[in-house]
């Protein structure tokens, strides 16, 4: 008895590398959005230092793969091998079985002595011999 487990594959996977940049962000005190009301621009650069992350997602490759399974031999190809090797034996078998009838049914008619119609003289005359052959089986 086998024992056969499906488990549900993966549907994404992502995979994620990371690359460092050293440099400072904000470089410039510009912006003063996201800072609390009244802080002096120095004062906010150090907050959105200290307080905030810019992150810029870029795709290392551009390139997309694509696995798909399928099953290596289908139910079309079972039911199409199975009635061909189905068609094959039955027709030898048939073949078989009427050739063992003929064999069965000549064995009868040998014991019997029942002819077919067909002579099996293999007596020749004088009139189908050539005058060849007639001329030397005279001379001996």
């Excluded at 905030?52 to 490759?61: P, W």
């Amino acid at each position: 008895m086998r024992l056969y487990l499906i488990f549900p594959s993966n549907s994404s996977q992502d995979v994620y590398s990371v690359s460092y940049s050293a440099s400072r962000w904000p470089a410039v005190p510009g912006d003063q959005s996201g800072c609390p009301s009244g802080m002096p621009p120095h004062h906010c650069l150090m907050y959105k230092r200290e307080q905030g992350a810019m992150i810029e997602v870029y795709f290392e490759q551009l390139n997309y793969e694509s696995l798909l399974e399928s099953e290596a031999y289908g139910w079309p190809n079972l039911l199409s091998d199975f009635g061909g090797q189905l068609g094959l034996w039955m027709g030898v078998s048939v073949i078989t079985i009427m050739e063992v009838c003929i064999l069965i049914f000549d064995i009868i008619l040998t014991i019997f002595g029942v002819t077919t119609g067909r002579k099996r003289s293999y007596s020749a005359t004088k009139k189908t011999m050539s005058s060849a052959f007639r001329y030397s089986m005279t001379k001996r």
